[in-house]
Each structure stands twice: as C-alpha cells, then as structure tokens.
C-alpha cells in the first residue's frame, strides 16, 4: 500500500530497519524504551491500537507527535461487538446457553429494546458509532463523556457532576473509555451502587478500567446480573482467577475490535500526508490528557 501510494517514501519492518537515524516516522504497539536512542530523528509515532495506554508517554520526547489508531474499521468491529453483547443480554442470549447445558427448555417475555436503556461511557471515535448503531435497534441510548455531545437521538450527559445521572437511567452500561489516570479503576463499587439494580456491564475499554473485587461484589449484592468483559488486567487471567467460571461473566479474548490492515493503513498514509503539508493528524492525542 506504501509502495503504491507513497512511493516516494521508503517502507521498512521491523527489525530491517536500514539505517535507523532516517527514520521519522514510526508505526507500532510497543515501541523499544529508549526511542530517541534508537530512533534520533522521529517525528511521529502512530500507536497501531485505538488506545495509547501501552505507551509510556512520559518517556517519549515532546517533539515526537503521538497519533492513535482511528480509523473505520476498528469502530465498525466494536459496533458489531457492542451490539452481539446487548442483544445477547436483551434476548436472554447467555441465560439460554446456560439452560441449553442444562437441557431445560424454558422461554421469557418478547421485552421491546426501547425498554432497555444503554449507557456508553465514552463518546469518543468508537462510543459514538455505538451509540447510534444502539439507536437505530430502538435502545433508549444516553452517553457520558467529559464534553456534551449533540448527536440526534442520544441524550448527552457530561463531567463528573452528571455521571450520577446517567448512571442512574443505565440498564447496561458500556465502558468504551481510554485508560487515563483519571479513568482508572473508574467502574468500581461505589460506581456500581449507582445503577439500577441487576443491570449489566459491558467492558470494551481496558481491563484497568474495573476493579476486579468490587465486581464480585456487585454480583453477590445483584446490584448486577451480568457481564461481558473482553478485557482484562492481566490478559489473559491466571487460570484460577474466580472470573473464568463465574456464572454471571462472559469472557472474550480482547477481540471486540482491532485495527484493520486495509482502512489502518489508509489513516496511517492519510495522516503522513497531510502532516508534511502541515495540517493537523487524525488522533493525535494530547499528552495533558493522556488520550
Ligand atoms: C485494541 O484494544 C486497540 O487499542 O486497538
């Protein structure tokens, strides 16, 4: 793709490198410690994830822009994700797979999606295209994000002093925030007090957004009846860590989205492009708020 569209410029993979000090920009997970070592003359780093979370940003010079992954495939693989995950619980999807093991055939009640309402934590690049997929199913839909956010059928609710709100018109709440210094350990006990009682969680942000324990908690009280989490902290968990066989949990192996080879590639030239004719860059974040 490189080659084709930008063939001016050359294209290496790590580890052939050629000669490292030409190199000025950077596509990666986890780049080495030492990057200004190893890489003198770096302009931008792309993280090929959505998050960069991985990253110790403190360690990365200021002069080196740090951009994250945003591009349509990725939102387009976490709508389908969001929207297997609400489904399934709406239409008592687990709980049938449970009976199936226990050959009991046994239906409930054809209860309509407006009668479910849907929280996204998050109305960024990935939360809003939720969002909106959530609406069109006919699912009461409300967001919680630092700003408002107006987008047509999806009440906005922002900044600390209205999560309370929001979290208290929240059937299931969808986690699709970047892990932050100020997100970390956010769905935590007291968090979980606050929705109704026996909703669900669905967690597609990073494993360290939950505090494990509380979560536990909130199952033993049915402050919540179910939850589907596709990340953890550590990934995987240890083999005898209580999430695996927990009635109540359903685990995925972090495959709610990830970057495309095709779409992440065109952000990647995309945005190389308009940097060098020194225009902004899709995703790059700010280093004061980490995301
Ligand atoms: C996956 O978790 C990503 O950050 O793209």
Redesign the pocket.
Known sequence: MFARELPELPFHVWPDIDDPQKVRYLAAWQPPENLSEVFPNLEVLF?????VDQLNIATIPQSIRIVR?MEPG?AEGMMEYVLWAVLSYHRKMFHYAQQQGQHVWQGGANISARAFRVGVMGMGALGTPVLEKLAQFGYACNGWSRSRHNILGIKSYAGPEELDAFLASTDILICLMPLTDATRGILNRELFAKLPKGSCLINCG?GGHLVQDDLLWAFDNGQLSQAVLD?TDPEPLPKEHPFWDHPSIILTP?V????RVESGGEMILKNITQYERGFEMTGEISRSLGY
């Open positions: 993280s090929v994830g959505a998050g992954m990725l990073r990340v972090h709610a989205s990830s970057s």
